[in-house]
């Protein structure tokens, strides 16, 4: 039976460093290749050891990128350049322009801030080397991969420029979902998908067990909290990390702005960030509704009221609110930021995201009144007001089996997320949806069964002499399943379906003939020629077709009639025979002719 | 190519007769009846031209053309449409190209539609119906079925014919091929005989639903849904069917799908269908509640706008399901959540408010078990949710919509839908917030907003949007507050809205208006408050000017009105401001405070109730015009009725349209009178003094005012309005001949026209002409050639012989009037813009009576006395409660030189009555004002040279 293997080198039963490997139909894929952020040695990139030593181009078919998180791309140049690898890699066009961005920026802070060797991590050199390899494609577009993998990207949602992937090979497929978000937001659409019902679906469970209320609730919260502060006096201050949520929360804050007219000033402190702008603001496709349509008067991510923040604004007096990175308050400008304001509680911090333990924005949320620094070594009251808003861009569990609905897949398969609440939504999706789920750990191997599909030539003529006569009356029957007579050939892998004659002369064969013969003794005075006679005006008269020569058997199709006995004698024996193929016809004569005298 | 044919076949045709035509206008001496006779010539040889050509066309190619240039004939050049028809059908049955034996059939069954008579109907549809039996091609065949239908329907549903059509059709609803099986579908849905037991075709269709093709499908479903339409009652078991399309893997059969379910569900809603895997039983509309309210999570963006567009029309869902639709259960790592709307609920139950730590508020509370838990989103479950969350703003409209609509009729789903509409004003598209605001004012009567409600839609207040704001004023007047902590919160934060947009003021206290009309009880407490009465202390009277401070006193002076015990609390100060606010806000206050007859009969003199005053009024106008009207009434007598009428105008609102009309009457009287009596127009040679010619425009706009500002007017006192502007057209006839300024070819020719129209339409209405009109057509009948000078040598006299007759004015008449809001009346202050340049001056005005709102037009004048008219957008106009009444806000582009000191640009609201074609008037006579002209100061800076 045909299988489908699906090994996760990363982001099987856990989050982070998110590369999955596919063989199907004796190729091999690999979906996204990210990097783990929580570790700082071997084990932030997956184990391309398992895959091949060295080179591994040869033991794989065609690499894809569904976004430009780092955990899903990351380790993508030390694949390339460092392992070896120049096979083809896919991603969208959006994810190709900014995803180099963020790769630098990491590459930055890893070599240049904790220190890294230079020898044991990737250059910018080779980051550019590898962004050169990558093939961009775009939204439902059908791409070749080679004769056999087919490739579609399907809007995904969760940032810009986020794709599923449909890759088919074969009679067989897989739908791998990156992460997505089935809510719309203010600048993205929410994830689609159409009916391709894939033999599997491999699909994110980050928020396995969380049903989220509206996003409107949410966001209207936010902007009431922002605004009351600022109204009072006070200062906000918004960490976030430089792509995808802070554009998010930008939009909110400047239509909000423009909706109220309100004139305090809203900064956003500058890094990657202007340069990625600029993509976001080109790749307007890629966006939702509200920003296609309106792009053409404004786009949207022009901002109006938030302008590039400066270090010295920090101590301007009145009310201001500021984005600033790095989203978990551990180093950098949002921590100066806070430094300087958390005494005064007119202020106050939102968090938009998760934080890891052991980072001032943990500490902040789990309610510390006083935090700590080392070098130089002080401590700060923590006075102003702390929230907390959830902005994630996953989909939540009603979302994922929303999707799983909507593709109609055969298996489903979860990754991205932690084992105990895949082992929920697994349940849930076993339960109520009837398919089989999946969720592998680290470097498990699952092998999914498929229905195997036998396609087999058929001849024109035997098509026609079995369908023709039914398509004539014109009937809503002729697609619908329908039994066929014929013989199955299997020479070398070649199926065919032939007429039994055609399959007897190609294969030489003479066939055998097999006939039921049956006499039926008649009660009927007179010549034998009369009860011919009168055998056929009566079959004459029920089938209609005969055909009857002088003194010879009645022929009927194959099916033949005799008369044997004398003149003389009054009980005659009628033989009836007929081919094994006519055996309906036959009983039918059969029976006809026993019962002609009543 | 097309073209070419043309040609040729105009050529071969008409050649000779274009000839005989053309010799026939030389020769003949009426050249319009030549004309007609080649015109309707031409074509018919036209359409016989392409004709022949189709005949004796080689190739598909050429008869395609044909056929195409056939097709683009008017109906009225085919004269003989029988026997085209038959002509056609000949090269149907001779043609073998499929195209070409559709585009005749799609001919056919356009000429037969045009022309429309029933002989030509029956015998195509036989011919046809013959076709069709013997024809193989599938396009064909599809192409006659639907050529049939529309004939079936052209005949009017006789009888006959449509039996014979349906059973033409029917055995092909079974056909292979889609084309013919979805148009036998559409044919038997359009044709089939309404009868009240379902038959057999019914069932038919109900088996095409699952046919293999989505067209064929589709088709089936629409049929039944056109049967439905038609009356025919569908029967129980196509629900199956429909509920079945619902799953179907093509929308538009899935869109139709649900239209069916909904359209069963509304004519048995009370019919019990089973529960699928279950024994139980639900109504049948409630089911189909369910199934549609599924639907709103489809893949595709038409069926979630279908399915939230037929929710809202569902009304006869059981609150149970509605309910649903608005919840959502949410869970947090496997723990039950509230959602926020939850936790504000709680929190007011609680009666304490946040401890001002919000981190972990929304802590996940108990564990849940994991069997208990639905993730799939069945039947009606947050529906609504899902809906309003939605992508794209159609669906989220359409859901808000429908949301509304069923909130109008479930006080509870009202209340619980409340805090999902003022989310919505958080919506980022601008039409979305502003239904929200709609649908918000639309169930404003039902609800009582509990405090934490209040809190969340007063924030709204902020917006920049005026609309948004005025519809929440609007909502805020109608709905129910709970408690007296709701009506303060409510009342501060109104009249801090007032003091960040000072232009809401007249919204805003009509909002007071109605909140204190609405709750009487809660505001007692609050009035020592509100007023700063102290109870020891005089506090200093406050300023009644003061736009918030009339908010206050008109929301205690309309609660007063309910409350009688409230009298005792004001001060004589607030007693004082109530008369002036009566005077001042007429509308706004009540007619009188209770415990305040005595005080109020002591200020106002007239102790006789309103409705006999307005009597009095009425009696007074008709005796006024009474007085006009007597014989001797001269000069003087006349200029006293007007001053009455002008005084009485002032007075009486309701009277005012009336009393201006017969005073501007009286006033043309007056002048026509005036210049008549002049002694050089008596002198009858030149034109005389210029005072004449000022007379004569007076008249002008004065007539032109009678005619357009006024609607209402009476069949006999519109003839007098008219016949006085003939007049007035004939005077300045008169004048201008005897000027010998210009020519007055023009105005002789408007003039003829005006009278003809005039006249024909008089006769037409039965109307009597009055005697001006009555010698004028004699006059005119009289001239041999009617030329200027003539006719102004015929009417001089009769405009001096015979006057203007009285005004005799019964119906109740209205005017057309705006008010100008914004900008107000600003010379202090000049607004300041670099010179050429362009500053955009926000206007807000109402415009009551004006019939025809593209007659409006913004006039601004500036200082060099420029003028300019701006055409206000369509969309600019929002139609108000009252008819022909409409609120104008739209901004007005100044745009200015560089001028020495501060410049005063002149608005104004007129109506642009202009008379397509005449040239008469200038631009500028043509044009009504109808408000007094607002100035603004503005000051056009110079460029500064270094900027650029």
């Known amino acids: 039976m045909p299988e489908i293997k699906v090994t996760p080198l990363g982001a099987g039963q856990d989050v982070g460093r998110s590369c999955i490997l596919v063989s199907i139909g004796g190729k091999n894929i690999m979906l996204d290749c990210g990097m783990h952020m929580g570790y700082n040695d071997e084990r932030r990139f997956p184990d391309f050891s398992y895959i091949a030593d060295g080179s591994l181009t040869e033991h794989l078919d065609c690499v894809i990128i569904s976004h430009f998180h780092l955990d899903h791309c990351g380790a993508l140049p030390f694949m390339t350049e460092m392992v070896g690898y120049s096979g083809p890699i896919y991603m969208t066009y959006p994810t190709k322009a900014i995803a180099p961005i963020l790769l630098e920026d990491m590459r930055k802070v890893a070599v240049e801030r904790k220190g890294e060797s230079s020898t044991s991590f ?356 002729v697609k619908r399943r329908k039994l066929m007579h014929g013989v199955l050939i299997v020479k070398g892998n070649k199926v065919r379906v032939l007429d039994s004659d055609a399959a007897c002369a190609e294969l030489g064969v003479t066939r055998h003939e097999i006939r039921f013969t049956s006499t039926v003794t008649l009660e009927d005075p007179g010549p034998v020629s009369r009860t011919i006679d009168k055998l056929h005006t009566h079959l004459q008269k029920r089938l209609g077709i005969t055909q009857h020569l002088g003194d010879g058997p009645i022929n009927i199709g194959s099916v033949l009639l005799q008369v044997s006995g004398s003149d003389q004698e009054d009980l005659k024996e009628a033989i009836v025979s007929w081919t094994y193929q006519d055996d309906a016809l036959g009983s039918y004569i059969l029976n006809s002719i026993k019962n002609i005298d009543r | 190519m097309a073209a070419v044919l043309k040609k040729r076949a105009l050529a071969e045709y008409s050649h000779s007769q274009t000839v005989t035509a053309d010799q026939e206008s030389a020769a003949g001496p009426s050249v319009k009846k030549v004309r007609l006779t080649r015109r309707s010539e031409q074509p018919s040889t036209q359409a016989e031209g392409y004709l022949q050509i189709l005949q004796r066309a080689k190739t598909s190619r050429e008869s395609l053309q044909a056929l195409t240039s056939l097709a683009e004939l008017s109906p009225a050049q085919v004269e003989d449409v029988g026997g085209v028809v038959r002509r056609l059908l000949e090269v149907f049955s001779r043609d073998q190209e499929t195209a070409v034996r559709c585009a005749v059939l799609r001919l056919v069954q356009q000429l037969v539609s045009a022309a429309g008579e029933r002989a030509h109907l029956a015998s195509a549809a036989d011919e046809l119906t013959a076709l069709l039996e013997r024809e193989t091609s599938s396009s064909v065949a599809g192409q006659c079925l639907s050529a049939l239908s529309e004939l079936g329907a052209l005949s009017g549903g006789e009888a006959r014919l449509s039996a014979r059509l349906v059973a033409a059709a029917r055995p092909r609803l079974s056909h292979a091929s ?165 936790r504000l609920r709680t929190l007011v139950v609680r009666g304490e408010w946040s401890s001002g730590k919000k981190w972990g508020d929304d802590a996940p509370k108990e564990q849940l078990q994991a069997d208990t838990v639905s993730l799939m989103s069945s039947g009606a479950c947050g529906a609504f949710v ?131 009309a609405a709750h009487p009880d809660l505001v007692l407490p609050l009035v020592p408050s509100l007023l700063h009465i102290h109870p020891y202390f005089q506090l200093p009277e406050q300023d009644v000017q003061d736009p918030a401070y009339v908010c206050i006193l008109l929301l205690v002076m309309n609660a007063a009105a309910g409350s009688p015990t409230m009298m005792a609390l004001l001060d004589d100060n607030t007693r004082r401001h109530f008369l002036y606010l009566r005077d001042t806000l007429p509308g706004m206050v009540p007619d009188r405070l209770p415990g305040q007859a005595a005080a109020a009969a002591a200020a106002a003199p007239s102790p006789s109730t309103p409705a006999a005053a307005r009597d009095n009024a009425a009696e007074f106008l008709q005796s006024v015009l009474r007085r006009a009207a007597e014989p001797g009434a001269g000069r003087a007598a006349l200029e006293q009725c007007r001053r009455d009428l002008d005084r009485l105008a002032q007075i009486d609102s309701a009277l005012s349209a009336r009393a201006q009309f017969a005073s501007t009457y009286i006033h043309c009287q007056l002048l026509m009178a005036q210049v008549t009596g002049d002694a050089s127009w008596r002198a009858g040679t030149a034109a005389g003094p210029a005072r004449l010619q000022t007379s004569a425009d007076t008249l002008t706009a004065l007539t032109l005012r009678l005619q357009h500002r006024f609607s209402g007017l009476e069949a006999d006192e519109w003839a007098a309005v008219r016949q006085l502007r003939l007049r007035l057209l004939a005077l300045r006839l008169v004048l201008q001949v005897r000027g010998r300024t210009g020519s007055a070819l023009a105005l002789g020719e408007h003039f003829l026209e005006q009278a003809q129209q005039l006249e024909r339409h008089l006769v037409d209405g039965g109307q009597p002409l009055d005697a001006f009109t009555e010698a004028l057509v004699r006059g005119l009948e009289a001239l041999e050639e009617r030329k200027a000078g003539a006719m102004a040598r015929v009417l001089a006299p009769l405009l001096t012989d015979i006057p203007v007759p009285p005004l005799r004015l019964r119906s109740p008449l209205t005017q057309a009037e705006a008010v100008i809001f914004e900008p107000r009346q600003e010379t202090e202050h000049p607004q300041k813009f670099t010179a050429g340049l362009v500053l955009g001056i926000p206007l807000d005005c109402e415009l009551r009576h004006v019939s025809d709102v593209s007659q409006v037009r913004l006039r601004v004048q500036y200082p060099d006395q420029r003028a300019q008219l701006v055409l206000p957008r369509a969309t600019d106009f929002r139609p108000l409660d009252e008819p022909a009444s409409y609120r104008l806000r739209t901004t007005v582009l100044v745009s200015h030189q560089v001028w020495s000191e501060d410049g005063e640009v002149e608005i104004s609201v007129v109506l642009d009555v202009k008379e397509p074609g005449c040239k008469v008037l200038r631009q500028e006579d043509w044009l009504i004002a109808l408000c007094d002209a607002v100035r603004v100061a503005v000051q056009p800076r110079a460029v500064r040279r270094n900027v650029i």
Not at chain 1, 192 to 213: F, H, M, N, V
Not at chain 1, 417 to 439: H, P, R, T
């Open chain 2, 178 to 342: 889609h084309q013919v099986a979805a148009r036998a579908a559409a044919l038997l849905g359009r044709l089939l005989p309404v009868s009240p037991q379902p038959t057999d075709d019914l069932t038919q269709l109900g088996e095409a639903t699952r046919a293999q093709d989505p067209r064929v499908r589709c088709a089936a479903l629409q049929a039944l849904l056109t049967l439905h339409g038609r009356g025919l009652s569908l029967g129980g078991p196509l629900y199956a069917d429909a509920v079945a399309a619902l799953r179907d893997d093509y929308e538009s059969v899935r869109e139709a799908g649900l239209q069916l379910v909904h359209v069963l569900a509304q004519t048995a809603p009370e019919r019990l269908v089973p529960l699928a895997e279950s024994d139980q039983t639900v109504r049948l509309v409630d089911d189909a509640f369910g199934h549609i309210c599924n639907a709103i999570n489809d893949l595709s963006v038409r069926v979630r706008v279908r399915a939230a567009t037929l929710l809202g029309s569902m009304t006869a869902v059981s609150t149970k399901f509605l309910e649903q639709t608005l919840d959502k259960k949410l869970m947090s790592n496997m723990r039950r959540k509230r959602s926020g709307h939850e």
């Open chain 2, 386 to 516: 899902h809906g309003l969350e939605d992508e794209f703003l159609e669906v989220r409209s359409a859901a808000l919509e429908s949301m509304t609509e069923l909130a109008t009729l479930h006080p509870h789903f009202a209340e619980m839908s409340l805090d999902f509409i003022v989310d919505m004003f958080n919506d980022e598209i601008a039409e979305v917030r502003l239904r929200a605001v709609d649908s918000l004012s639309r169930i404003g009567q039902m609800i009582t907003l509990r405090e934490d409600q209040l809190d969340e839609i007063l924030a709204v207040l902020e917006v920049y949007s005026i609309d948004t704001r005025e519809g929440l004023h609007r909502m805020l007047g109608d709905c129910r507050l709970g408690n007296t902590d709701s009506l303060k919160l409510c009342v501060e934060k109104l009249l801090k809205n007032l003091k960040r947009y000072p232009q809401d003021k007249r919204s805003l206290w009509r909002c007071f208006q109605r909140m204190g």
């Open chain 1, 122 to 477: 990737f250059t910018s050199q080779m980051v550019k080397e590898c962004m050169k390899k990558v093939t961009a494609v775009n939204l439902h577009q059908t791409v070749q991969v080679d004769s056999e993998i087919e490739i579609k990207a399907y809007y995904a949602g969760h940032v810009l420029g986020a794709a599923m992937f449909h890759v088919r090979v074969g009679d067989q497929s897989v739908v791998y979902t990156g992460d997505y978000n089935m809510t719309p937001d203010r600048h993205l659409g929410a994830a689609w998908i159409d009916k391709c019902c894939p033999d599997l679906l491999i699909t994110e469970s980050t928020y396995a067990t969380t049903i989220r209320d509206s996003k409107r609730c949410r966001e209207r919260d936010i902007l009431k909290k922002v605004h009351e502060c600022v109204e009072r006096g006070g200062k906000v201050l918004i960490p976030v990390f430089a792509l995808g949520r802070a554009q998010e929360l930008c939009i909110l804050l400047e239509s909000y702005w423009e909706r109220t007219n309100l004139k305090v000033p809203v900064y956003f402190s500058l890094g990657l960030t202007e340069k990625a702008n600029n993509y976001y603001k080109m790749f307007i496709t890629w966006t939702n509704q509200k920003i296609k349509k309106t792009f053409v008067e404004r786009n949207m991510f022009e901002f109006k009221h938030i302008k590039p923040f400066d270090k010295s604004y920090m101590e301007n007096p009145g009310p201001m609110v500021v984005f600033a990175s790095p989203g978990m308050l551990h180093a950098g400008l949002s921590l100066n930021i806070f430094k300087r304001w958390a005494p005064d509680e007119k202020n106050m911090l939102i968090m938009p995201g998760y934080c890891v333990v052991g980072t001032v924005g943990h500490k902040v949320l789990n309610g510390a009144k006083k935090v700590e620094f080392e070098n130089p070594r002080t401590v700060v009251d923590v006075r102003m007001a702390v929230e907390y808003m959830s902005f994630s861009a996953h989909a939540d569990a009603k979302g994922i089996m929303q999707l799983i609905q909507y593709c109609q897949p055969k298996n489903v398969m979860l990754v991205h997320g932690d084992a105990e609440k895949m082992v929920f939504l697994k349940s849930k999706i076993q339960q109520e949806l009837s398919l089989d789920c999946f969720n592998p750990a680290n470097g498990e191997t699952c092998t999914i069964v498929t229905k195997p599909t036998i396609a087999a030539d058929v001849s024109l003529s035997l098509l026609k002499r079995d369908l023709q006569p039914v398509a004539e009356i014109g009937d809503l029957r």
